[in-house]
């Protein structure tokens, strides 16, 4: 514990008296301030103290100082705990207080105490230096309370707690607080909580005049009518194609895999694009229906159905790459042992497997209920005037009534949605143990289906997958024609004109889209392991230990999925524009943006695999000598390769593909695709917006087989065994 | 030698460190108009002043979001394009400062804006408000085209005529307020609830209903002029009609942040973006707009803006807070969920 | 003898679960090198004692020690504690080499030294030539021996199973687990051994513990629990005897005259002769047979089972309904045979009722 502690104050010093205490305008990787440590330009903390005379710095050094003198004391483990924990407590205290305190460019608060001081003229963001000495106070109240409490409290896991907590903290809770006040803002500027109700509960909202009367529903309904629907229809076609590419021996299962992870990979707008394509009014199955069946040209896709349409088809590969893992999962002996009592494959498939599924299900189920509601690029798009809050919420912020206290309702009433759905799943999956992989090895075949199902899984699943090839085959003919639905003859000017190259003078990328396509890129593949990684180990942490407030922990890291992008957007702007966290125009926001915003889908994936995974694996692994952290890389890690693999191919995708949050973090120098292809979309140049979307489509079906063939395939039968019920009818034929 | 070594590291250090300071000059541009235009823009910016440019481009909704939220350490330098009313709004909530560019060239919409705002923003283009029908389907479906927006009303456009949702969009904004300014109020909103009886769909963006028709998922629609001859240069069935009756016109506009980090430069933008050479290139990306400037050469394809109606556009009072609550809040009531034909 | 091994010693040990109980001031010492089993009815807290052992569970109040040292606060990390599975807890994505091995590779020892200690685990367990394959490729036996393997090979301070021949055949059951004692002699390992089975306990135990509802019953030698179980409880549950209800008739300092329904008989004195008092008498220590003598209890034949080395049956009599195995099968005996029940003149202990 001793040595614990010296190795992460040793840490806290040397960001306090080596590394530059403010954010650095060039960004840290830069690297300029690894040549210029004594460079008076950037300072450390113990250099502002002495030579800047920025004395409120002192207190937090002091607080380090503390520690080094608490673990030089001879005292007993509890006493050395405690110590730590007023050290690291204060010495966090201080840090915080004094970068609220002292503002950009002068002091906020404390205003008479900091007055004529060298604080007048205000400080620059936490820098690195800064955030080392925080980290160092985090690790050490941990390990203070990890030295309270007795038995088989760990140093790593209480680490990892108390890292997740801050993070969601920081990048969460802090700037969805500036939101909140925001709701409660009153027309005069002041605050209240009357015009916060008024609009909560309005009947402009909550209206039902769709169901009585002839009017149109408020958007808070027709967003839960939209996302119940959508979360049902993906969780049955997802359930539907896990059941294809696992339990039959059907035989384009790969193209079918491609096909439905294809829509996860399309950039917004562009499937609804393609829609209006085909069946807008001027749309290609419209025009044919009309000169063969005489179908009259109407414009039904427009609101909830193309809406429904679009989204089903975006998000089924969601439900699907968890229900896959879940129905991977499920152990062949619990179908055998159905089967063996008599079972059909129906009755076992209904009354065993399905049940055993339910944690699969019911997170699918979610997932898209929440991405439903949370959707704004397929409204924006086909919606019509059937309206839903995302959309609602983004023009209230950038309509021409630009009203962000009405956009931060609406996020509540958005908010309450989701934390309802939350719990009714909750509640649903009950405290049931669903653990199906046990350390004991299974060698048992999975039941196939019978082909009842069989037959009504590939009659839906087969023209879902061909509708869904249509679909594609239009967008990327859509990139090679010259003006999308009216000029039809070929051109490549839409990807010269976004990804030329010169070769004359050295390779040159001359094409406007370049720029956009590397930043997009770099950022995503930064985003992803670290989404993934965040997102998994909170899931090894809610599902493997137990821990007072567990539940409002879980809750926390589910919130952030649960806000829409474009108040999340918003939400960082406000609370990261200035001081003490200065971030907006750095890639580094985005990067935390994607991290928080995608790491639930890692959170769920995670859980929905490790509570398959049996506890006694872990405990093995520790009974043998292993500690927290060898268990999860060594045993964990290893078995949880197909939530892994999910986890970072969904981070590394939404990344690339989301655009909500992004509209509002872009910035000069850190410019998104979809930022660019929006504005395309926007100005009507189709052809450059689909080819571009084809580019990245591309990049990410590479990148996901690559991240495929890293990660492989988790090992635990030698081969997928799936029982070939021809074979065995042969074979008793054969008997006979 | 040592001492060689020594007098080296200095002067490489020195070279280094100067370097660092003298690449500083940067500009950093929100672009509210089209992708090639902000791009083209910042291509000649670049070329004729050396400074660095950081372009991103955003609709005038989410600039205005933008600036409004980073008003207390912004990280833009300049907003450029995008119609004229928010960018009247950030100079009234003092988000941006006066550029003091020299106005005498320009044309008189365009000084215009600069003196409602104290100089805070100064016009770069202007397009008038227009209907475009589809040729095509008309015919198809053997509709009269219509020459005057009372036209609209006729019961035989039903569910074909499309226009924006002012809540959300600028167009459908100055839609609404030409037609108060041509007709007075209560008029104007009777004759919109009355086309609204034939409107399909109030569409969130202002030029999608100009798109959707020139596809054919829609007759008719209102939006501005410039975008419609830009479709109809690109090849869809498109015909552009100027409103008998007159019609509104929105200026396009550029701004100067306040508390702008590199304010030499924007200046300089300003100064550029107001240069006849500039502005006579924006033909070259297809941007039909009529420039500001009295010297630029104007496109021939370009609504010309002699031959139209245009009213005299009050954007002082229409551009107020208050006159837009009370206008949106009315159009709500009475145009929003209007019966349909 | 493992010179690694440790005594373990709890001291005042109890555990709660919110309002539950599961063990309740349990002390007990286990020497090194001694095999204890700890054997009682399902939710009787063995498993949890066990566990608490292990450091997979913290104690409530109360102490640990290995070898004098105290390991309360410590996790199973730290503990030098190695154990076997009720599932074995194989892990499924490594071969049985690599499983073997990595108890031994996270403490650290060099590649070389892990694999020969690996390969000499897996052959004391009879599995040479298996190393290479994944767990899903091997029985349930060879799983168990496995996972006993990786175990051992750590030459932990205590070994601990927690029900490890639940899975197997019964045949198997018996062949691993004199394997598992083999084992556990030749290294001399301090072993905590958790079942249900009372058989498997006699076969494989230095010293069994008896416990029930949080609390040890009885601790002592099989032999101990068996001949002299100090309440109806143990002899019950140790060796299924008989518990006969009876009265005390007359005590001098060793043995004491009982009389079950009349039927006067000696025993050995129990610690406090008071009444009411149970006889305990092992079933096959009743003879049956059709002739009364002054020991025997008349009664008819409820149930017989002939089981090849001996026969089962059950007498009611008007005290009870008595279990008795046959091993002379000089008679048989039908149901709903009038028969006597001999009682015999020692081999019985008393305990209160």
Known sequence: ?736 | ?341 | MNTKSASVKLDNVTKNYGAVTAVINLTLAIKAGELVTLLGPSGCGKTTMLRMIAGLEEVTSGSIQFNDLDVTDQSATYRNVAMVFQSYALFPHMSVLDNVSYGLSVSGFEKKKIKAKALAGLAMVGLTGYESRMPSELSGGQQQRVAVARAVVLEPEVLLFDEPLSNLDAKLRRHVREEIRQIQQELGLTAVYVTHDQEEAMAVSDKIVVMQRGEIAQAGSPSDLYQSPESAFIADFIGDANVIPCTTVSTDKNTAVISVDGVLINSTAAKTISTPLNLVVHPQNIRVSNEESTTSLAGKIQHAAFLGSHIEYEVKTEVATLFVIDNQMQSRYQKDDSVFAHLPKNKTSLVPA
């Open chain 1, 1 to 736: 514990m001793k040595n614990k502690s010296l190795l992460w104050l040793l840490f806290g010093a040397t960001g306090a008296c080596l590394l530059p205490w403010y954010a650095l305008e060039d960004g840290f990787w830069a690297f300029t301030w690894i040549r210029s440590l004594s460079d008076p330009e950037y300072p450390s903390a113990l250099v502002l103290i002495l030579e800047q005379s920025h004395w409120w710095l002192m207190p937090p050094l002091v607080a380090l100082v503390a520690g080094f003198i608490a673990i030089m004391l001879p005292m007993g483990r509890k006493g050395l705990s405690r110590m730590l924990i007023a050290v690291s407590l204060l010495g966090s205290f201080f840090v915080i207080v004094q970068g609220f305190a002292i503002g950009l460019n002068e002091p906020k608060i404390f205003l008479s105490l900091l007055e004529g001081s060298s604080a007048a003229n205000g400080q620059p963001g936490l820098g690195v230096g800064a955030i080392m000495l925080i980290a160092s106070f985090l690790y050490l109240l941990t390990i203070g309370i990890a030295g309270l409490k007795k038995g088989t409290a760990d140093i790593f896991i209480i680490g990892l707690i108390g890292t997740i907590i801050t993070l969601v903290g920081v990048f969460v809770f802090f700037p969805i607080a500036h939101v909140l006040i925001t709701a409660f803002e009153t027309a005069d500027g002041g605050y209240g909580a009357s015009r916060f109700f008024s609009r909560y509960f309005s009947g402009e909202v909550w209206g039902l005049n769709c169901l009585v009367g002839d009017g149109v529903c408020g958007p808070a309904i027709n967003s839960v009518f939209l996302a119940t629907m959508t979360g049902v229809g993906t969780t049955l076609l997802g359930l539907t194609f896990a059941l294809i590419a696992t339990r039959t021996r059907f035989r384009a299962k790969r193209l079918l895999r491609i096909l439905t992870v294809l829509p996860i990979i399309t950039p917004p707008f562009v499937i609804g694009l393609a829609l209006i394509l085909l069946f807008g009014r001027a749309g290609v199955v419209t025009e044919w229906s009309y000169a063969l069946f005489d179908i009259e040209k109407s414009r039904w896709l427009y609101g909830f159905t193309g809406v429904y349409l679009s989204q089903l088809l975006s998000f089924t590969p969601i439900a699907f790459l968890v229900m896959i893992g879940v129905v991977e999962g499920v152990s062949p002996s619990m179908e055998e042992a159905s089967q063996t009592m008599r079972a059909t494959q129906w009755q076992t498939f209904t009354q065993v497997s399905l049940p055993l599924m339910r944690p699969g299900l019911a997170n699918a189920f979610l997932l898209g209920f929440i991405e439903s509601l949370a959707d704004f690029g397929n409204p924006l798009v086909l919606g019509g005037d059937f309206s839903v809050l995302s959309t609602e919420i983004y023009f209230a912020i950038v309509g021409a009534v630009a009203d962000t206290s009405r956009a931060a309702v609406l996020g509540m009433v958005l908010l309450t949605l989701t934390i309802t759905a939350f719990l009714f799943q909750r509640w649903w999956l009950g405290k049931k143990s669903y653990a199906t992989v046990t350390g004991k090895a299974d060698s048992g075949q999975n039941s196939g289906l019978n082909s009842g199902l069989k037959w009504a899984c590939y009659l839906v699943a087969i023209p879902w997958a061909v509708f869904t090839a249509i679909v594609y085959c239009m967008i990327v003919y859509g990139s090679f024609v010259k003006l999308w639905g009216y000029d039809n003859s070929f051109t490549l000017e839409h990807y010269i004109s976004t990804f030329g190259v010169k070769t004359e003078g050295g390779l040159r990328f001359v094409g406007s889209a370049w720029d956009s396509y590397i930043t997009t890129l770099q950022i995503a593949s930064i985003a992803a392991p670290l989404t993934a990684l965040l997102g998994l180990l909170t899931a090894y942490v809610l599902v493997r230990q137990r821990f007072a407030g567990k539940d409002l922990f879980e809750f926390s890291t589910m919130l952030s999925f649960a806000i829409p992008g474009t108040v999340v957007g918003i939400s960082y702007i406000l609370a990261f524009n200035v001081p003490p966290i200065e971030l907006t125009g750095t890639g580094i926001i985005l990067i935390i943006a994607f991290m928080f915003r995608n790491m639930p889908v890692g959170v769920r994936g995670g859980i929905a695999a490790m509570s398959q995974l049996d506890k006694s694996l872990d405990e093995a692994s520790i009974t043998l000598g292993a500690n927290s952290f060898t268990t999860l890389r060594r045993v964990i890690a290893p078995l949880l390769g197909p939530a892994i693999l999910a986890a970072l191919i969904y981070s590394f995708v939404r990344a690339i593909t989301s655009v909500s949050a992004v509209i509002f973090l872009v910035s000069a120098k850190h410019n998104m695709a979809t930022s660019f292809i929006v504005g395309r979309v926007e100005n009507g140049e189709f052809g450059i917006a689909i080819a571009y979307s084809t580019v990245l489509i591309i990049t990410m079906l590479a990148a996901i087989l690559l991240l495929q063939l890293i990660v492989g395939k988790r090992k635990l039968r030698k081969d997928t065994r799936v029982q070939n019920t021809e074979n065995k009818t042969r074979l008793v034929q054969a008997n006979i």
């Open chain 2, 1 to 341: 030698m040592k001492k060689r070594t020594a007098l080296g590291i200095t002067l490489f250090g020195l070279a280094v460190h100067s370097q660092a300071v003298f690449a500083a000059e940067e500009l950093n541009v929100v672009c509210s108009a089209e992708q090639s235009w902000c791009d083209l823009m910042v291509a000649g910016f670049e070329e004729q002043t050396g400074v660095e440019v950081a372009m991103v481009r955003k609709s005038t909704g989410e600039a205005l979001a933008q600036v409004r939220a980073e008003s207390k350490n912004p990280k833009i330098d300049v907003w450029w394009g995008g119609t004229g009313d928010p960018h009247l709004i950030a100079a009234s909530e003092g988000l941006t400062q006066a550029s003091g560019v020299d106005t005498t060239d320009l044309l008189g919409w365009s000084v215009n804006l600069s003196n409602i705002s104290d100089g805070k923003t100064v016009g770069i283009y202007a397009g008038a408000l227009g209907l475009a029908y589809n040729s095509e389907l008309l015919s198809e479906k053997n509709m009269k085209a219509p020459a005057c927006w009372k036209d609209l009303v006729d019961v035989q456009y039903a569910g074909e005529i499309q226009v924006a949702n002012p809540n959300s969009s600028g167009t459908a904004y100055t839609e609404l307020a030409t037609f108060v300014q041509l007709f007075g109020e209560d008029e104007a909103f009777s004759l919109l609830a009355d086309i609204g009886k034939n409107v399909n769909q109030y569409t969130k963006s202002g030029s999608a209903p100009s798109k959707a028709a020139g596809r054919g998922e829609t007759a008719i629609s209102i939006g501005f002029m410039h975008d419609m001859v830009k479709l109809a240069s690109s090849g869809f069935p498109l015909v552009i009609v100027a409103p008998c009756e007159g019609t509104g016109y929105e200026v396009g506009a550029v701004s100067i942040i306040d508390k702008a980090k590199n304010l030499e430069s924007a200046k300089k933008w300003v100064q550029y973006s107001l240069d006849p050479a500039t502005q006579s290139r924006s033909v070259e990306v297809g941007a039909y707009q009529v420039p500001s400037n009295s010297k630029s050469t104007v496109a021939p394809e370009s609504p010309d803006l002699a031959t139209i109606k245009l009213i005299d556009y009050d954007f002082a009072t229409y551009g107020s807070t208050d006159t837009r609550e009370r206008l949106l809040s009315r159009w709500d009531a009475d145009v929003k969920n209007a019966p349909k034909n």
